[in-house]
């Protein structure tokens, strides 16, 4: 069976400093993996997702991620964090079945 | 843009009553899923549906069954409502057939509260 961890209920990072969510996932075959964003009171969006090939991924708002096959790890990333960016992050794994969801990151960026 | 809609925000329901949550979707997607979610414990998968009166079960099913009659919409039902399925029901697309690689488009939800 799929499954995904996010091992830190809460991220908390101060404006411009670099941001880091974790994710491991287990899997049996290929993974493809996805993160998502949910700000309050809305549902989720799509961030970015790895299916193959380059094992840094960048997508919206400039958000990046690696593939790290041997720690089996997804890890989000960003550069210089923003206020804006306070919200809960989902990690996702696909293997041949529909989405398996992590429990969820709650990043906190403080001013 | 993809959009999917669900029809209420927010829903206030009485223990037993039967509840429909609907979900619509407008970009000619195959599959479509309910999910409910739960402070700490994330998203989790309740039913799924791959084409038109096709449905498959998820993680937790118990207490609820689902309708797709036409390719846009798949309805939740919870046939006789309890306390414990208070929560945050979001519903998602997918396109291109059964391929697991592309992401999931999801609406805004519907918290519903059950009295």
């Known amino acids: 069976a799929q499954s995904v961890a996010q091992p830190e209920d809460q991220v908390n990072v101060a404006e411009g400093n670099p941001l880091t969510v974790k994710c491991t996932y287990s899997v049996s075959g290929n993974p493809y993996l996805f993160w998502y964003v949910q700000y309050p009171n809305r549902g989720l969006q799509f961030l970015l997702k790895?299916?193959?090939?380059?094992?840094l991924v960048k997508g919206s708002y400039g958000f990046e991620a690696e593939f790290n096959k041997s720690q089996t790890s997804f890890h989000l990333k960003k550069p210089s964090a923003l206020v804006s960016d306070s919200a809960l992050y989902f990690c996702a794994v696909s293997g041949n079945t529909p989405l398996v969801f992590g429990k969820g990151t709650r990043l906190s960026v403080i001013a | 843009d993809v959009k999917v809609t669900q029809s209420s925000r927010y829903l206030v329901k009485r223990t037993g009553e039967k509840v429909f949550l609907e979900c619509v979707q407008d970009?000619?997607?195959?599959?479509m899923f309910w999910y409910r979610q739960d402070p700490g414990l994330g998203l989790r998968l309740i039913y799924f549906s791959y084409d038109v009166k096709m449905k498959e079960k998820g993680d937790i099913p118990e207490g609820y069954s689902v309708s797709r009659e036409k390719k846009e919409r798949f309805s939740l039902i919870l046939e006789s409502a309890s306390t414990n399925q208070t929560s945050m029901y979001l519903c998602?697309?997918?396109?291109?057939?059964?391929?697991?690689?592309?992401?999931?488009?999801f609406g805004p939800g519907t918290r519903l509260t059950v009295l």
């Open positions: 790895y299916i193959t090939g380059d094992n």
């Open positions: 970009m000619d997607h195959e599959n």
């Open positions: 998602a697309s997918r396109g291109r057939g059964g391929s697991l690689d592309n992401e999931q488009f």
